[in-house]
């Protein structure tokens, strides 16, 4: 009896500890299993250009893709000479040294190593000179490499570029001034003859203020202001008559009690004259840090503050007692049944003075979350601190709600940048119930098993117009056969399941051939079209006409919900938004073959959304104006509301995944505008079209510029490009084809190439090297003279297969080479836009290689 009892007191002893530790696990963390994120420990390195810091460059722990790391550029000053200053924050450096690279960091042009500097205990200042093996005007990629005391060399990029013709200290002076008379009423009054107040601009949020905007919301309205931090200057883009410059501060202002820190980010676009400084467009973006522990709670709400509402990525549990919210680049978790509040990631420390840490060229993505109090998410991009500290790449997280601890699934690194990364994941990525983690790279899609951590390539060889994904990114589909405008087969996939579905187009012979295309999709179901190949046209410069004759509606199990088809009535395209599908369209006229546009048409879907457990909603408030908050459940009872802060799971081995290595043949174009990466394009007339309405840029792969807004003379004629006539032995598009070889050293007989069956491109492509031939169809003219400013022509074909080549501009008219009067001539600037758009603005031009 005796020994019964004592094993029965030994046994609730051991039960009692047990639950003990089970408890201090789940609240607190595991101390011997867990672990708290490290600091950051790389140095920063700062530009200084005309005795200003500039250009604040982050360290990386490897060596990356050059091409893609675009963030600043700095003009080096007279003899080439550079200057630098580091922040060490208590690091020992061993050395530095420095390389200069071609701007796709394939050509070494000089490396060296760094044997005077001024060092300091905070500080290391040195200034040194580029060898005279650099062409002017022409960008190159500067690696400055630190040796610090614990082994590492730490990797610092810059685009460099040597001219006296970009003005940059006078563009840095106009940003500083504009910044600076923001904050005085009275200096401001300068700043109206730079803005563009009107209708476009939103006077209701100091979220986003624009160049549109008033002079009240430019100057902080009725806000108290308090600046805390001086601007970090970064100089995005440079040309001789155009820059892009960002500015990023933060500031506070007291609310009663409170004070609120935000982060503030300005972006100008300006044109620098010999008579003055122009600005083509201004933005400044606010955004409240969020201080989950602040008088932030009322009822149901919690207060986010100022922030642009398109910012805050929430998601919920089925039963919406668990709700997951980013804000700032930091993930919140509040479990409503609990009353537990949950920071389950941010760099930010709350030191503001670090740099590091505030830095944002990440993101974060919430991927699951269920009633448990689970979340999956995935951290994207420059990693500030931390295990990945320095690398760029993909974490895939899982936060347990029970064990309120945070584990790394997997990690994916990359050699590119987190603007690249943001633009291909914001195409997909997605988790399913199986823990397998799909994403797109590189015109790829991947799927990683997040337990046994492998990983396979679902598809490959993407170009746009070829897939398309859900809202939801669940369902994906892509065509089949390589050929875009050939293909017979869409496979359409649910990623939840991995079951895929075979649509095939028609095999009926009465019909003939038939083509199959997808447009999107509204909501999980799938929107195609179907072509008859006999419609499907391709001009002389290998643009292809796709009209489809029947658009259909199917859901994912493959019922058809809607048919759309008209007589005559084609459809080349389509815009879907919110339920609301509208259809381009042209009319054939059977006689001629010809196609003509007409008005578009609409399929509205009527099925209702219905709202979650918690929203995301704006308010107008006096003080602040427009103002986020979220809306959850139910009451939030502030006595009983716990703040945790999950530690990360300690675990052996790495979770690094490899991907394999995808050589993709379509060439990848870049848009960068003011957010970064604007969008990713294989056509690289799309591309264009999206710069020009962003005023942004577009570089190729190799970082070469394809096309850029605003930097462009007010007149410009190629010279060397004679009159020329047809003759009996060349027609039009002979003789322009001629004369463009002709232009750049290569003579070759375009009529007999043409005559066996080659186009455009082809000639081009096959015979001009060093250059990369781009097609433009559907650019506007005031976008293609950017060539001509190069001193490139560029070939225009007209619907009567004729051709003529745009050789030079003036404020008022375009000059054209017209083969069929064998004359060179002005044509009226809103002539030459509406011959060319009758036309259908097809345009071929190239670039040459840098």
């Not at 602040?294 to 039963?319: H, P």
């Not at 994403?439 to 990683?448: C, L, P």
């Not at 008022?812 to 009067?821: E, K, S």
Request: proline letters at 1%.
């Amino acid at each position: 009896m005796k020994k019964t009892a004592i094993k029965c007191l030994y046994l609730a002893a051991v039960f009692f500890v047990a639950l003990f530790i089970i408890s201090a696990v789940a609240n607190q963390g595991n101390t011997e299993m867990t672990m708290e994120m490290g600091p950051a420990t790389y140095p920063v390195i700062h530009m200084v250009v005309g005795g200003r810091e500039v250009n604040s460059l982050h360290g990386y722990k490897g060596s990356m893709e050059s091409s893609y790391q675009r963030d600043s550029i700095t003009p080096l000053g007279q003899g080439r000479k550079v200057n630098i200053a580091v922040d060490k924050y208590g690091e020992t450096i061993e050395g530095l040294s420095f390389e200069v690279r071609s701007i796709d960091g394939d050509r070494l042009v000089e490396s060296t190593q760094l044997t005077e500097y001024q060092e300091t205990e905070e500080t290391i200042e040195a200034e040194f000179s580029i060898k005279d093996l650099i062409e002017e005007d022409t960008e190159y990629m500067l690696v400055l490499l630190l040796a610090d005391g614990n082994g590492r060399t730490i990797y610092y990029y810059t685009r460099i570029i040597q001219t006296e013709n970009y003005f940059a200290d006078e563009k840095v002076d106009y940003v500083l001034d504009f910044h600076r008379r923001t904050f005085d009423k009275e200096a401001a009054k300068e700043l109206t003859k730079y803005l563009e107040s009107n209708s476009d601009g939103d006077n209701t949020t100091y979220s986003k203020v624009t160049i549109h905007s008033s002079f009240n919301q430019v100057t902080w309205g009725d806000l108290s202001v308090n600046k805390l931090t001086e601007p970090d200057i970064t100089i995005k883009e440079l040309a001789s008559q155009t820059g892009a410059l960002e500015l990023n501060y933060l500031v506070s202002i007291a609310d009663g009690k409170q004070t609120k820190l935000y982060r503030i980010k300005e972006f100008y676009w300006i044109r620098y004259t010999s008579d003055r400084i122009y600005l083509l467009d201004f933005e400044r973006t606010m955004r409240q840090i969020f201080d989950e522990k602040a008088d932030v709670y009322s009822n149901n709400k919690i207060d986010l503050g100022i922030t642009r509402l398109e910012d805050i990525d929430l998601a919920e549990s089925d039963g919406g007692n668990v709700v997951a919210f980013t804000d700032g680049n930091r993930l919140y978790c509040y479990n409503v049944t609990d009353n537990k509040l949950s920071l389950l990631f941010s760099f930010y420390d709350g030191n503001y003075d670090d740099e590091r840490t505030i830095w944002e060229k990440h993101e974060i993505k919430i991927l699951n979350v269920d009633e448990a109090g689970n979340v999956q998410f995935i951290v994207y991009g420059y990693m500030n601190r931390g295990k990945h500290e320095g690398e760029v790449g993909i974490s895939v997280y899982h936060f347990s709600g029970l064990l309120n601890t945070i584990e790394e699934l997997a990690y994916i690194p990359s050699a590119g940048s987190y603007e690249i990364l943001k633009a291909e994941l914001e195409q997909l990525s997605y988790i399913n119930k199986s823990a397998i983690f799909f994403f797109m790279h590189e015109g790829s899609i991947y799927a990683v098993n997040l337990e046994d951590r492998t990983c396979e390539v679902m598809v490959s060889g993407l170009i746009e117009g070829s897939y398309k994904v859900s809202d939801s990114n669940r369902m994906v589909v892509w065509q089949t056969g390589g050929d875009q405008y050939a293909s017979k087969k869409l496979i359409l996939m649910n990623l939840n399941t991995k079951e895929k579905t075979e649509i095939a187009a028609s095999e009926e012979s009465e019909i003939a051939e038939e083509y199959i295309a997808p447009l999107g999709f509204m909501d999980e179901d799938l929107i195609y079209g179907l072509a008859k190949s006999s419609d499907v046209v391709q001009d002389n410069t290998g643009s292809i006409l796709f009209p489809m004759y029947n658009i259909k509606i199917q859901n994912e199990s493959g019922e058809v919900l809607k048919t759309y088809e008209q007589p005559g009535i084609y459809v080349v395209g389509s815009e879907i938004q919110g339920n609301q599908i509208s259809l381009l369209r042209l009319e054939k006229d059977e006689e001629t073959g010809a196609y003509t546009e007409i008005s578009n048409d609409q399929i509205v879907n009527t099925k209702i959304e219905t709202a979650g457990n918690n929203t995301v909603e704006s308010v107008l408030t006096d003080k602040f104006e427009k103002i986020v908050q979220i809306v959850v459940k139910s009451n939030i009872n502030m006595k009983t509301l716990k703040w945790l802060t999950p530690k990360e799971v300690l675990f052996e081995g790495g979770r690094e995944i490899a991907l394999e290595e995808n050589e993709t043949e379509a060439p990848r174009y870049f848009v960068y505008g003011k957010d970064g990466v604007e969008g990713i394009f294989t056509d690289e007339g799309n591309a264009v079209n999206l710069a020009y309405e962003l005023s942004g840029i577009v570089v190729n792969e190799r970082g070469d510029y394809i096309w850029i807004k605003g930097n462009r003379s007010l007149k410009n004629q190629i010279m060397a490009i004679k009159e020329a006539a047809i003759t009996e032995e060349k027609n039009s598009l002979a003789i322009c084809l001629d004369t463009i070889l002709q232009y750049e050293g290569v003579m070759r007989n375009s009529e007999y190439l043409l005559n066996r069956g080659e186009n455009i491109l082809d000639i081009m492509k096959s015979n001009l090297e060093g250059v990369q031939v781009l097609d433009l169809t559907g650019c506007s003219l005031d976008a293609i003279l950017y060539y001509i400013n190069k001193d490139i022509p560029v070939l225009a074909t007209l619907n009567d297969g004729s051709a003529v080549l745009i050789v030079g501009f003036n404020e008022l008219n375009t000059v054209l080479m017209d083969p069929l009067t064998g004359t060179i001539y002005k044509k009226g600037m809103n002539d030459s836009k509406q011959m060319f758009e009758e036309n259908g603005n097809r345009f071929i031009t190239y670039i040459r290689g840098e």
